[in-house]
């Protein structure tokens, strides 16, 4: 059975993800969605409002299942029997990132490979930053993000 990660903040989740998702669980046979907890980054929705949020947004297809996990990526992937680590790539400056974090969770293990899906070209532009950005201002995130979860976005800053 091919079990692959796709692993990320998803503060919130945005259509860009979803459509990793998508794309990720047909090659695979089950796609774990992690979430990660133990960001320095401060996120603004907890780990289990972020788990939550994509099971809204997955429940259309049958393969993918949310976790979270805190610790080291690789890991969360041995745990759960992945050898495959999903990323998705937007753009040129992305790379250096995704390269640096692929050959470091190679090196830590040499079981594990990353494959990266390029974002689909709509929403190359789009990250979870600029959701909480335009949000913050009281922009239109409904191109970004599925109207369940703007709402909870504006929630936070009402
Ligand atoms: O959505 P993000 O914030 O770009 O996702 C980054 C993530 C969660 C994939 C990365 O920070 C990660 O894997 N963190 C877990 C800790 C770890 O394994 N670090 C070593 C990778 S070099």
Excluded at 111 to 137: H, M, P
Aim: aromatic share 10%.
């Amino acid at each position: 059975m091919r079990i692959a990660i796709y692993p990320g903040s998803f503060d919130p989740v945005t259509y860009g993800h979803i459509d990793i998702i998508e794309r990720a669980s047909k090659i695979c046979d089950k796609l774990i969605v992690g979430v990660l907890m133990n960001s320095s980054k401060s996120p603004l929705f907890s780990v289990e409002e972020r788990v939550n949020m994509l099971n809204e947004v997955i429940q259309h297809i049958d393969n993918v299942e949310v976790c979270s996990f805190s610790g080291l990526l690789v890991d969360f992937a041995k745990e759960m029997d992945a050898n495959i680590i999903v990323r998705g790539l937007r753009a040129i400056t992305d790379f250096e990132y995704e390269f640096q974090m692929a050959h470091a969770n190679h090196i830590l293990n040499s079981e594990i490979d990353t494959v990266f899906l390029t974002t689909n070209i709509d929403y190359s532009y789009l990250s979870s930053s600029t959701v909480k950005e335009v949000a913050g201002f009281g922009g239109d995130i409904s191109q970004f993000v599925p109207d369940v979860i703007a709402k909870k976005v504006y929630n936070k800053y009402s």
